[in-house]
């Protein structure tokens, strides 16, 4: 079974390939927040009408540009972040939005859908069930219960921490050399062959 690819695409605003679905909706592909916003009229009002601001965008635009969110923002407090202590651990939740953002491809009014309605944890775990990606399973299942926002502390448990660009760029480099030693292999080939030639061309004089 190979691994979960994820949807790409062109934005829809400057045509860049992407993996970013819309920021605010989930509908279409725009690879920044700066082109949801400038996004056609059309698309505007098909998608995003009626669709209140929610901190769920905060904690989205936060894991799509690699920052870390203010700690005294409501997204920050929405999101749990301000209820764990240990700096890894924090991490380790911040890595599970990472994943439900950009594998499961979630958007913010669904997340502050979830989150309200207190199922938050058991919707990540499903993702985890459905799919191969691994970085932090564990704590993400480990702690649903405190995800799902109910009165009790997360579970601490200690794995790795890797970003999913990590691994994509892991990925991107193998690839690089795999391509790299397929040239150096067409060229020994023709090396080879040039030597041929050679040998051919003084059994010839001779």
């Known amino acids: 079974m190979g691994k979960t690819k994820t949807p790409k695409g062109r934005c829809l605003k400057c045509g ?82 990472e994943q439900v953002f950009r594998a499961a491809g979630w958007c913010s009014h669904l997340v502050d859908k979830w989150r309200k309605e207190k199922v938050l944890g058991d919707k990540a775990c499903g993702h985890y069930e459905r799919s191969l990606d691994i970085l932090s399973r564990d704590w993400a299942c480990a702690s649903r219960r405190f995800l799902n926002g109910e009165d009790v502390e997360y579970t601490k448990v200690t794995e790795p921490v890797v970003s999913s660009d990590q691994d994509e760029d892991d990925s991107d480099d193998q690839e690089e050399d795999d391509s790299d030693d397929n040239d150096e292999s067409e060229d020994e080939k023709m090396d080879n062959s040039d030597k041929e030639m050679d040998i051919s061309v003084d059994d010839n004089a001779n």
């Open 16 to 97: 860049t390939k992407t993996t970013q679905s819309c920021f605010i909706c989930g509908h279409g592909f725009f690879c920044s927040e700066k082109c949801v916003s400038t996004s056609t009229t059309l698309h505007q009002q098909i998608h995003h009408q009626g669709l209140p601001s929610n901190t769920a965008h905060d904690l989205k635009e936060a894991v799509f540009y690699h920052e870390l969110l203010v700690p005294a923002s409501e997204a920050h407090r929405d999101y749990r972040f301000c209820d764990i202590d240990d700096e890894t651990q924090r991490l380790q939740l911040y890595v599970v939005y």
